[in-house]
């Protein structure tokens, strides 16, 4: 069983900086699901595609719409990914979620394990 576990969110100003973790666990084939994506969904909205990132961190793609302010990232041990956000916007509010699969994809059907997901709100 894998699982994936978010944190990092809260409320935040307009321009200030997070960073959300993705820890992923469990038991899976060997070398599959090398694949760590983040997806956010805002309320009222079909869930976004953000960033993935591939074994070593080598192989990674952002969204065109954030590729700018958000950045991937994954530690050595391959157990945690990071999302970074900078210049945080009030349209940046939704549930941020990381998700595993075999193969690098924007989409979401392609996920079949899927973090909690944390809340980021931005406000003034």
């Known amino acids: 069983q894998v699982q994936l576990v978010e944190s990092g969110g809260g409320s935040v100003l307009p321009g200030d900086s997070v960073r959300l973790a993705c820890v992923f666990s469990?038991?899976?084939?060997?070398?599959?699901?090398?694949?760590i994506a983040w997806f956010r969904q805002a309320p009222g909205t079909e869930r976004e595609w953000l960033a993935y990132?591939?074994?070593?961190?080598?192989?990674?793609e952002t969204a065109d719409s954030v590729k700018d302010r958000f950045g991937i990232s994954r530690d050595e041990g391959l157990s945690t990914v990071m999302l970074h956000m900078h210049s945080l916007k009030s349209d940046d509010t939704a549930v941020y979620y990381c998700?595993?699969?075999?193969?690098?994809?924007?989409?979401?059907?392609?996920?079949?394990?899927w973090g909690q997901g944390t809340q980021v709100t931005v406000s003034s």
């Open positions: 469990g038991r899976g084939r060997t070398n599959s699901h090398q694949y």
């Open positions: 990132i591939g074994w070593g961190g080598i192989v990674s």
């Open positions: 998700a595993a699969s075999e193969t690098p994809s924007r989409e979401e059907r392609a996920y079949n394990y």
